[in-house]
């Protein structure tokens, strides 16, 4: 079992604990699985908003984005959009479970468990992750409703805006217990899986810890998510560099022997590769700028394809892919960092919360109960018996 400080110092092992063939390739399973879905279900709504594939290929590549400013949506458009989103969220949700899972058992020193038996576990406990925040937004639409209604008694003359005005500290601490919720809302799909990875709770349990962690240790859980946040995108961001410089040296390496053909192979190959987000993003500069910073200006510009024959569309077609499949490893450590970050992260809120060590409560115990004896019993039946009885009574 692996020794805890029980602080902030735990989180930065999740970059150690993260860098490991298994969970990566666990995260980059569930990231090709979801933006599959996600990819999919965008270009039908693309589709049925009567745009074509082609204009929307030529823009955004396998990643699209909508952007009504360019091609407008209409809101069945949005619907069908909205529904790609969840199935992303969803496949990261269950695959951040058998990450946690992966980790957790990591920690309690079986470095040996198996990818197969997480997803098992993934798959038999996702109720727990994926019911909870419905639990809460279905809350939360309660609230709402009633809030409506009180909209509607308000439109009644006189009455109305005099009932409206006697409910209205009531009304305010709802839209309070709204925001509250909220923060829950936003815990419960961050901590989740860490929640259900280690205690194999069910749908009211990860609810109450995450409850619980928000409400006795909230400073510490926005701290905690703060840091793993950065700690995560730096290694990410440090396996990104590293991997530019890998493409660095092989198309050096290359260059001497091939020449200008492989210049073409590789330009045509970013022709594949591009990323182009859209202007409401909100992290679009940024994004642009770790680009650079890479030293591949050309994923959201890349050039245009110079035919050179069927060796070189196949070779570009190729290298192409190996690009989306650098970009999930470096994507997918990063969330590997992040999974086993959070099951640190809750590991050390539990301790400091509840003063328990989930690390070493047996994975099968159960709860032994003592019954409450009085002292004159116990001390009877621990009594020695008197030579010649038998030390039982009749």
Known sequence: MTTLHWNFK????????????????????GLLLGLSAYSGFTYLAYLVAGHDVLTVWENYRLLPFPEPSFLPFPWF????????????VVILLVTGTAVTKVAYEQL??????ESK???????????SVLLSPLLIIGFVLFISMCGVILGLVGRIPQFGVAFTGLMGFLAFFASLFIVYLGIVLLFSILLGPAVAG????????????????VNEQPWRLIWY???????AKVGSFILGL????????????????????????FENAAFYFKINLPGWWPLRELFRFEANIYGLPHIYAPSDYLPAGWGNDIGSLLLGVTYYAVALIVIGYGLSVWFTGQTLSYAILVHKKDSKNILAVPEDAEELIEPVVSPQIKEAGTAEPKPGSSGTTT
């Open 198 to 213: 280690a205690t194999r709770s069910d749908m009211f349990d990860t609810l109450f810890e995450v409850f619980s962690c």
């Open 117 to 127: 038996e997480a997803f098992r576990f993934a798959f038999k406990n996702a109720s």
């Open 108 to 113: 309690r020193g079986d470095e040996f468990y």
């Open 225 to 231: 998510t703060a840091l793993l946040t950065g700690i």
């Open 77 to 88: 458009a949005w619907l069908i959009y909205a529904l790609g989103v969840l199935i992303l």
């Open 10 to 29: 735990d989180l930065f092992r999740s970059l150690r604990l993260g860098f490991s063939a298994k969970k990566v390739w666990m995260c980059c399973l």
């Open 242 to 265: 590293a991997s530019s410089l890998a493409g660095r040296v092989g198309y050096s390496i290359l260059h001497l022997v091939m020449g200008a053909r492989i210049t073409n192979l």
